[in-house]
């Protein structure tokens, strides 16, 4: 566990928005008029822009967090939490802007959740508290499997669900990428040759797009609030929910489990038995499904972060798309 992981060292989608406490202090007056004390990035993530603001007086803390990449996205999160409240672990949305009324970014004033991430836990080796937040992470995993929707696709502003049209379907959507030229030019032909062939060897354990479900698309220890509490550690929020669709668990799976092969074997355990306490049998091929769902979305990150921009990003998930080739007959 000591090279560089679970998304440690890649770079930003873009630079962080400069907030200064006067700006702040005007996007937190529609819910908050009190005075600010301290205003302070908060560096993690690869995308949007969040700040913590702590207050003079005894009010808690808040979150401001800045939607950069997409600005329909807040208005989805927004959805989604009050889809999930009762099942899942989220952070409250307290007051939101999605018509860029302030400023030009659409943002939101979050309730401010206290603790550390999943990532930091595994990178501290602590065998029990991943034990424990892996399994959690299992069973709120199952909760999102059991919230369906009629058929797969993306979600518009108010959940309704705009079906995946040919291109977008999951074997097309993998072959496309590896045609594409960022993509062929980043992987070797070695390691192309490779993934072309595993695809198209096993794209018929490639899940049914119409069997569709809650998907979190970035369900991973980055994006994970833990924290201990009586002596047993639990998730205190699930972060993230930007690029949630109707698609398949199989991908949250495959998501959670990037890493694994790299970490100790009660990571993964806990993570399974989490998904299985509730009596939910896995498909048979389910490693191998979650993989190649996995194996899809990291041919889009090669597409989308070229080595020739966001450089370490690149060479981990190239290498992340190589360690699927070697270990795959033992999953």
């Known amino acids: 566990m000591d090279e560089p992981i679970l998304k440690i060292h890649w770079e930003r989608f873009r630079a962080h928005v400069d907030l200064d406490v006067f700006m702040a202090s005007r996007l937190l007056a529609p819910y908050i008029k009190d005075d600010i004390e301290?205003?302070?990035?908060?560096?993690?993530?690869?995308?949007?822009t969040n700040y913590k603001v702590t207050f003079k007086g005894a009010r808690l803390p808040v979150v401001i967090r800045i939607y950069m990449r997409d600005k329909t996205a807040l208005q989805r999160e927004?959805?989604?939490?009050?889809?999930?409240?009762d099942?899942?672990?989220?952070?409250?949305?307290?007051?939101?802007?999605?018509?860029?009324?302030?400023?030009s970014y659409p943002y939101s004033i979050m309730e401010w959740i206290d603790g550390r991430l999943l990532?930091?836990?595994?990178?501290?080796?602590?065998e029990k508290a991943i034990s424990q937040c892996?399994?959690?992470?299992?069973?709120?995993?199952?909760?999102?499997?059991?919230?369906?929707?009629?058929?797969?696709?993306?979600?518009?502003?108010?959940?309704?669900?705009?079906p995946f049209d040919k291109e977008e379907e999951y074997l097309?959507?993998?072959?496309?990428?590896?045609?594409?030229?960022?993509?062929?030019?980043?992987?070797?032909?070695?390691?192309?040759?490779?993934?072309?062939?595993?695809?198209?060897?096993?794209?018929?354990?490639?899940?049914?797009?119409?069997?569709?479900?809650l998907t979190h698309a970035d369900y991973d220890p980055a994006n994970m609030m833990v924290t201990e509490m009586n002596g047993k550690w639990k998730i205190a929020a699930i972060l993230d929910w930007e690029f949630a669709f109707a698609g398949t668990y199989l991908l949250d799976i495959g998501m959670m489990l990037r890493y694994s092969h790299k970490l100790p074997n009660y990571y993964e355990n806990n993570f399974i038995a989490g998904i299985k306490s509730q009596g939910f049998n896995l498909p048979a091929e389910w490693k191998k499904q979650a993989k190649l769902m996995d194996l899809l979305c990291l041919l889009q990150l090669v597409h989308y972060n070229p080595f020739s921009e966001r450089p370490?990003?690149?060479?981990?998930?190239?290498?992340?798309?190589?360690?699927?080739?070697?270990?795959?007959d033992s999953l």
Not at 78 to 85: E, F, G, N, Q, R
Not at 179 to 201: F, G, R
Request: net charge neutral.
């Open 38 to 48: 301290q205003l302070s990035l908060l560096s993690e993530g690869c995308a949007n």
């Open 312 to 328: 370490k990003m690149n060479r981990d998930v190239v290498s992340l798309i190589a360690d699927t080739i070697r270990i795959w």
């Open 78 to 85: 927004v959805t989604i939490h009050s889809l999930v409240a």
């Open 134 to 162: 892996a399994f959690e992470a299992g069973l709120y995993l199952n909760e999102l499997r059991q919230i369906k929707f009629t058929h797969g696709g993306f979600f518009q502003e108010d959940l309704q669900v705009r």
């Open 119 to 126: 990532r930091e836990v595994i990178l501290s080796k602590n």
């Open 172 to 213: 097309p959507f993998v072959l496309n990428l590896l045609k594409d030229k960022v993509v062929k030019n980043d992987l070797d032909s070695s390691l192309h040759a490779a993934v072309s062939k595993l695809v198209n060897t096993y794209s018929k354990l490639l899940p049914n797009e119409e069997e569709a479900n």
């Open 87 to 103: 099942k899942i672990p989220v952070a409250k949305h307290l007051y939101y802007d999605g018509n860029c009324l302030l400023y």
